[in-house]
């Protein structure tokens, strides 16, 4: 190791610096990713918002970030319409496939019942709890 350079803790992540150099790297490596986000809300007639879905689009994949829909508005389909419009517009931007990631505690059954596939899983993430990857092709 070079003795001119020392590594050192930080408390606040340099993400402008650490970010653009491994997006660099990569498009160095696989090419340009057209990543792109999305985002699908669930609106209120007060205007708030009571749920959504948020991903991006990049290497022709989809990856769902997140999704969340308030209590009392589950088991209503607005989950499966979200999805359904998230999975829609990634394939207008030539996305073949999608992934994401969820806990035991979540809702990995409700992404097997629309395709999704386990292709990986963590136990005792978080302690008594799974932690599930999933993938479906588009």
């Known amino acids: 190791m070079d ?3 020392e590594i050192v803790y930080m408390d606040e992540p340099a993400w402008g610096i650490i970010g653009p150099g491994i997006s660099d790297y990569n498009t160095q490596q696989a090419g340009d990713d057209n990543g792109k986000n999305l985002c699908f809300v669930i609106r ?6 009571v749920g959504g879905v948020i991903g991006s689009t ?3 994949w989809l990856y769902i970030n997140l999704m969340w ?3 009392g508005l589950r088991g209503r389909g607005y989950g499966q319409q979200l999805l359904a419009l998230a999975e829609e517009e990634a394939r207008k931007r030539g996305a073949k496939n999608a992934y994401l990631d969820t806990f035991s505690f979540q809702a990995p ?3 097997k019942k629309y395709g999704y596939q386990v292709f990986g899983m ?4 978080p302690q008594g709890h799974q932690r599930y990857f999933l993938k479906k092709e588009l």
């Open 109 to 111: 059954d409700f992404y």
């Open 69 to 71: 829909i308030k209590d």
């Open 122 to 125: 963590l136990d005792d993430f």
């Open 3 to 5: 003795e001119e350079y």
């Open 44 to 49: 209120a007639p007060d205007q708030e918002i």
């Open 58 to 60: 990049y290497w022709d």
